[in-house]
């Protein structure tokens, strides 16, 4: 199937390791924020969202984290996995809106 | 798989041709969206649907696209006399519809390829 990686950051961790995925966003009005997973030749796949009132949401071996002040959204994931390799993207939707904008995504490879 | 079907999965149409792509939304969802995926980019919005009425429209939604949603189903997405530029993945996600409009969460289909020759 097609790359979605190309040109995109890329982060390589060992399996079992811990990954930590970064974005900026760019738009304080912003009230919702989702990753997304995205495997060649596949569309995106949910896997955490978060509302602007939180700092913090656990999900299953994921956790996002919320920094309004500085505009930044991490996701974690634990003991990482060679089925996590994919394109992250990070999403917000701006209040009132039905539009979801992308981030440029990460890549993240899984060394095993 | 979400429960979002696209079709074809993949399209090879020579520079002028008219393509039409198709989505089926997860069934109980109202709202039905377009995105639009370069490569090495995320998924660009181009347009949504509340049931049948489409609601919103991306200046990237040129007058050669057409997106329609007649019965508040199913969707196409028509692109006129193709260029070379409109070779992209075609994303489609569906949402329920019910719920505050900044905590939707929208589930995406597998894309349609398309390649303009």
């Known amino acids: 199937g097609e790359s979605v990686g190309l040109h995109l950051p890329t982060l390589s961790v060992q399996e079992g390791d811990n990954s930590i995925i970064n974005c900026a966003y760019s738009?304080?009005?912003?009230?919702?924020f989702i990753w997304y997973k995205q495997e060649s030749g596949k569309g995106p796949q949910f896997i955490i969202d978060i509302r602007s009132n939180m700092d913090k949401r656990q999900g299953q071996r994921v956790t996002v984290l919320l920094n309004k002040t500085v505009k930044h959204l991490s996701l974690q994931i634990a003991a990482t996995q060679p089925g996590d390799s994919a394109v992250y993207f990070c999403?917000?939707?701006?209040?009132?809106?039905?539009?979801?904008?992308f981030g440029t995504g990460t890549k993240l490879q899984v060394i095993p | 798989d979400t429960g979002v079907s696209q079709d074809p999965r993949h399209k090879i149409t020579k520079r002028g041709q008219n393509v039409t792509f198709r989505c089926d939304p997860i069934s109980e969802h109202n709202r039905l969206y377009w995105y639009r995926q370069t490569l090495g980019q995320g998924p660009e919005f181009l347009t949504y649907f509340q049931n049948e009425a489409q609601l919103e429209k991306s200046r990237l939604l040129s007058d050669r696209f057409s997106a329609e949603r007649p019965k508040g189903s199913f969707s196409t997405l028509e692109i006129q006399r193709t260029e070379q530029g409109d070779s992209a993945m075609y994303l489609c996600?569906?949402?329920?519809?019910?719920?505050?409009?900044?905590?939707?969460?929208?589930?995406f289909g597998p894309g349609t390829r398309l390649l303009v020759l």
């Open positions: 996600a569906s949402s329920l519809g019910l719920r505050d409009y900044s905590e939707e969460t929208q589930y």
């Open positions: 738009n304080s009005a912003s009230d919702y």
């Open positions: 999403a917000e939707n701006k209040g009132g809106y039905q539009k979801v904008t």
